[in-house]
């Protein structure tokens, strides 16, 4: 729990309802920014793969921390 708490810290934040939709909101824009940004990238022959992976590594870190950020809010986990 500790390296969940280290990787995603923004997610075990979440006492009170503003900062459960700050981590949301905050997860949501980096996953569209990044994707946009991304998507861009992954037109360049050369290094298209590497930024394909990495656009879904990104969307994967934000998709598993709105899932723990949820988790906290609930208090299913601390």
Same mark, same amino acid.
């Given at each position: 729990? /500790?390296?969940? !708490? !280290?990787?995603?810290p923004l997610s075990f934040k979440v006492e009170d309802l &503003?900062?459960? %939709?700050?981590? #949301?909101?905050?997860?949501?824009?980096? /996953?569209?920014?990044? $994707?946009? %940004?991304? $998507? #861009?990238?992954? &037109?360049?022959?050369?290094i298209g793969v590497i930024f394909s992976i990495l656009g879904s590594v990104i969307g994967l870190y934000a998709l598993v921390g709105i899932v723990l950020a949820i988790l906290a809010y609930l208090k299913v986990i601390k």
């Open positions: 729990m /500790d390296i969940l !708490k !280290k990787v995603f &503003k900062a459960f %939709v700050i981590a #949301l909101v905050v997860y949501v824009l980096v /996953d569209i920014v990044c $994707g946009v %940004v991304i $998507g #861009l990238l992954v &037109k360049i022959p050369v």
